[in-house]
């Protein structure tokens, strides 16, 4: 795992978990790929931040699965302020230099394994 992708992942997760709106338009390319319950596309990093305040998600790291240089799979305790307890997810992350250009929320890490690997695989043969 390369130094630049866990450093951009840990500051994305320390944003994200602060609720830090600053903080979290820092950690996240213009644009970048989301995706999740709700549905995925590309988000400005103010429209991330926006989601970050408006979700009031906390994605506690569990384990890390490095697939490359730039991509890793976290598996995750996700919380609202509405939830009982946590809620066991994966995201698939891709960074781009020192931020996150992609975070791609699944439900299990099984899932977000298959589709690390697929992106690998067709960043590799283009």
């Known amino acids: 795992m390369s130094h630049a992708l866990e450093a951009a992942v840990v500051t994305w997760h320390e944003a994200v978990n602060a609720g830090d709106l600053d903080r979290s338009v820092a950690a996240v390319t213009d644009p970048v790929v989301v995706l999740g319950p709700k549905g995925a596309g590309p988000l400005t990093p103010a429209e ?32 609202w302020p509405e939830s009982q307890g946590p809620t066991r997810v994966a ?12 975070s791609l929320r699944l439900p299990d890490l099984h899932s977000a394994l298959e589709l690390a690997y697929i992106c690998r695989e067709l960043a590799a043969t283009e």
């Not at 991330?48 to 730039?70: N, Y």
């Not at 891709?94 to 992609?102: F, G, Q």
Request: hydrophobic fraction near 40%; aromatic fraction near 10%.
């Open 91 to 102: 995201t698939v992350f891709r960074a781009t230099e020192d931020k996150v250009s992609a």
């Open 48 to 79: 991330f931040a926006d989601w970050v305040q408006r979700s009031g998600i906390t994605l506690t790291p569990r384990s890390w699965h490095p697939i490359s240089d730039r991509l890793m799979v976290v598996e995750q305790d996700a919380s």
